[in-house]
């Protein structure tokens, strides 16, 4: 029996729908593999992280982490929800503002932001937080022709291991991001010196997927320990602290994992006693979850071609692969498949979900408990609303696939499946190649 979630269930037809709308039905009406989001969700988790720190700390914005899935709908439903926005890049800068975010609610962070870079998040005003003191020199010497004020911040790398995937941990003290303690003061007080720099904040992001808040408890001390220092020292009140995204979701049944409210619990009252401990202005928390919003909120559809035994194994094979859910392979992510025209079937074999892509790295999800599949199945992976689409490729020479929008409206289509003229789009053949 499936265990229905309250935005996945299993309609009367039987078939795993989501927000209402029934899976099997969509997929007749589109093609496989498809994305699909539940609108509603994305509201309610972003409500739920907001109203957990809103109870227990007061002031705070939450500021999706676009990363995640930077569809233009679901910005424009986060931008609806009043949410600001953590981007990397200009591409993310043109598709937050595209989505009629503003300025003042975007936080621009990345690593090696080029001067170009640097320039155009100047000229639009959204707030620069800097990842080295490289990247601060630069940006003093482009305020300083260009004479425009820059509002800056500076990320911390706060040393403190999240305990997740490695690839998923940005704050260990090897790790390529952040400014270490032992420099950021300079830092700041170079920005307090440069004429055309406002200082507003200061920023942390410890890792993704994180399921712990001990983690977040020693990060959040050392970070509240630096601003007590900028204050002491330099004398900056800051406006805002950003501790960052990362709270991890329930991709396995019975996982640990925490809430916005336990983190708020464990946390909040560090932030207090530091604010009374070093006489602060209660500052602004600003938080940047990308997965916690639309992760559990999207599913991927994919049917099945093929059902193939070896001598050793039994493949599920599927018409998707790695170019279109990518973290199975480079995280050994699970993901829970759910059979979606048949999800209350009971549990007969042990399954390999192979994909389609020419590389035997490819199997979205290994030695799972299905049942009985044939051609035609349509699978359902779980909780593949953030980091799924975003990362898909065109490897294999496979167009990227639709996704839709599910909400009491039914379901929109919100991104075409790609076709093949898109494989060829923007390649150029030299006249010499044309010749016989
Ligand atoms: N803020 C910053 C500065 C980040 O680098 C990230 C994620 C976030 C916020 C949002 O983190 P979240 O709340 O989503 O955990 N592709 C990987 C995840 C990479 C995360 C990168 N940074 C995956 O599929 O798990």
Excluded: W
Excluded at 34 to 46: N, S
Excluded at 243 to 270: C, F, M, S
Aim: glycine share 8%; aromatic share 8%; charged share 30%.
């Amino acid at each position: 029996m499936f265990e229905s979630k309250s935005h996945i269930t299993v309609n009367p037809q039987g078939n795993l729908a989501l927000g209402g709308v029934d899976l099997v039905k969509l997929v007749d009406r589109h093609s496989t593999p498809l994305y699909v989001y539940d609108e509603q969700r994305i509201r309610q988790r972003y409500r739920e992280f907001k109203e957990a720190f809103e109870k227990y700390y007061g002031d705070v914005e939450v500021f999706y982490a676009c990363k995640a899935n930077s569809n233009l709908a679901i910005l424009h439903i986060l931008r609806q929800e009043e949410a600001g926005v953590d981007i990397l890049s200009e591409g993310e800068l043109y598709l937050t503002l595209l989505a009629g975010i503003r300025p003042e609610k975007i936080i621009f962070t990345g690593n090696n932001k080029t001067d170009k870079e640097l320039e155009k998040a100047l000229k639009v005003g959204v707030t620069i937080n800097l990842d080295s003191l490289h990247e601060l020199d630069r940006l003093i010497r482009i305020t300083e022709r260009e004479k425009l004020r820059a509002k800056v911040s500076f990320r911390v790398n706060p040393e403190v291991s999240p305990e997740t995937h490695p690839y998923l941990s940005t704050g260990l003290k090897e790790s390529k991001f952040g400014i270490h303690e032992n420099v950021i003061l300079d830092g700041y007080k170079k920005a307090k010196e440069a004429e055309f720099l406002d200082i507003v904040g200061i920023h942390m992001h410890i890792g993704s997927q994180i399921t712990k808040t001990s983690p977040y408890e020693v990060a959040t001390a050392r970070l509240f320990d630096i601003i007590g220092r900028i204050k002491n020292n330099l004398g900056i009140e800051l406006e805002f602290a950003d501790l960052g995204g990362g709270v991890g979701i329930e991709y396995k049944e019975a996982q640990e994992i925490i809430t916005p409210e336990d983190l708020a619990k464990a946390i909040v009252p560090i932030i207090n006693e530091k604010i009374k401990e070093y006489s602060l202005k209660k500052p602004e928390l600003i938080f940047e979850p990308g997965r916690f919003i639309v992760g559990d909120a999207g599913i991927m559809l994919t049917r099945v071609s093929t059902v193939k035994s070896t001598p050793y194994k039994k493949f599920i094979g599927c018409d998707s692969g790695f170019h279109v859910l990518l973290r199975p392979v480079i995280y050994s992510a699970y993901h829970e498949v759910i059979v979606a025209n048949k999800p209350d079937e009971k549990p007969q074999e042990i399954v390999d979900i192979a994909g389609n892509v020419c590389e035997s790295g490819d199997i979205l999800a290994r030695d799972r408990k299905l049942p009985t599949i044939e051609k035609g199945d349509v699978l359902a992976f779980l909780d593949s609303g953030a980091y799924g689409f975003i990362m898909a490729s065109q490897y294999n020479s496979r167009p990227r696939p639709a996704e839709v929008l599910v909400s009491q409206e039914g379901a929109e289509l919100i991104r075409q499946v790609e076709d093949f003229s898109s494989l060829i789009e923007k390649q150029l053949i030299p006249e010499r190649l044309m010749k016989e």
